[in-house]
């Protein structure tokens, strides 16, 4: 599955709640699809996405949403390995990371990660997050419906296959993409 493919899936799957997604190829192939404003575009912040997820997640316990999706590539979470540790620490029910792993450090050029030899499912699973592995599909699509459907929190692996679909670059300023997405979570939160 490339890329794109899954980032259409996700979409899909979730079409109102917050996503947060990597920077680099992740964010301009996601944007291609359909600037939303439930997409909240993390660009030139490798590693950070986790982060904010559990962030939000934390802060929308009672919100209208069901989940609050980080989608993040396997470089940016090997950047912030502890994140998981502290989701699976205070549990936060709305929280689900999904890596798209396709080993390699696809926006730089690449380079292989640690992916190669290691298993992210696991690191997720040693700190207590409800794992799913993927690697088609139909296995992606029943652990997205799964995964919005149980309490959290969660951490969906796919494997994906190495490549970038050629698509425009976001130019927009990052403060310009974090005002409009965070003006969609304060409606959507007093409706």
């Not at 590539?73 to 090997?78: F, K, P, R």
């Not at 794992?131 to 029943?142: I, N, S």
């Not at 959290?152 to 698509?167: A, D």
């Amino acid at each position: 599955m490339e890329r794109i493919e899954a980032l259409a899936v996700i979409g899909e799957v979730f079409p109102e709640d917050p996503l947060v997604l990597t920077c680099g190829a992740t964010s301009r192939e996601m944007a291609s699809l359909g600037r939303r404003a439930n997409h909240f575009y993390v660009v030139d912040s490798m590693g950070l996405v986790s982060s904010i997820t559990l962030g939000l997640a934390l802060g929308l316990e009672r919100g209208p949403f069901r989940k609050v999706v980080g989608v993040e590539g396997d470089g940016g979470i090997l950047m912030n390995l502890n994140s998981l540790a502290t989701a699976g620490y205070l549990e936060p029910s709305k929280f689900l990371l999904v890596v798209l792993d396709n080993e390699a450090y696809a926006s730089t050029g690449g380079q292989p990660t640690f992916t190669t030899r290691l298993a992210l499912a696991d690191i997720a699973s040693a700190c207590r997050l409800r794992v799913w592995r993927c690697r088609q599909e139909g296995e992606f699509r029943q652990a997205l419906g799964q995964a919005r459907d149980s309490s959290g929190p969660g951490f969906i692996n796919l494997k994906i296959s190495p490549g970038n679909r050629q698509v425009p670059y976001l130019a927009e300023d990052p403060a310009i993409l974090r005002y409009l997405f965070e003006s969609y979570i304060t409606a959507k939160t007093q409706e």
